[in-house]
């Protein structure tokens, strides 16, 4: 049984930092894809960044309003995927969601791509 449990976020001024995190664990595959999504009051679902679980894998960041804000890694030691935010807006203000999917050689944002998914933690960004 795959579970995937993101932690991390909370209420933050706008041009602050928060860092989410997401452990997959149950998890057969050693490779997968992991990623970040969110959804904002009102609106779809978005991808935010997806990476390998392959040493040196490069990131895939698919929105780009974060682009130059936003990294997402993976340490594989903690079994663990981050996602450092760093100078938030309000309209990064969602619920974030950490997922899990199978790797067939390239990570794309697209939902169904991604089997097993978190509950979600929310951000918040005040102006």
């Known amino acids: 049984q795959v579970q995937v449990v993101e932690s991390g976020g909370g209420l933050v001024q706008a041009g602050g930092s928060l860092r989410l995190s997401c452990v997959a664990s149950?998890?057969?595959?050693?490779?997968?894809?992991m990623g970040w999504f969110r959804q904002a009051p009102g609106k779809g679902r978005e991808g935010v960044a997806v990476i390998a679980t392959i040493e040196g894998s490069t990131p895939y960041v698919d929105s780009d309003s974060v682009k130059g804000r936003f990294t997402i890694s993976y340490d594989d030691a903690k079994n663990t995927l981050y996602l450092q935010m760093n100078t938030l807006k309000p309209d990064d203000t969602a619920m974030y969601y950490c997922?899990?999917?199978?790797?067939?050689?390239?990570?794309?944002?697209?939902?169904?791509?991604?089997?097993?998914w978190g509950q979600g933690t929310q951000v918040t960004v005040s102006s």
């Open positions: 997922a899990a999917g199978w790797y067939g050689g390239t990570c794309r944002a697209w939902e169904n791509e991604y089997d097993y």
């Open positions: 149950g998890y057969t595959y050693s490779r997968r894809c």
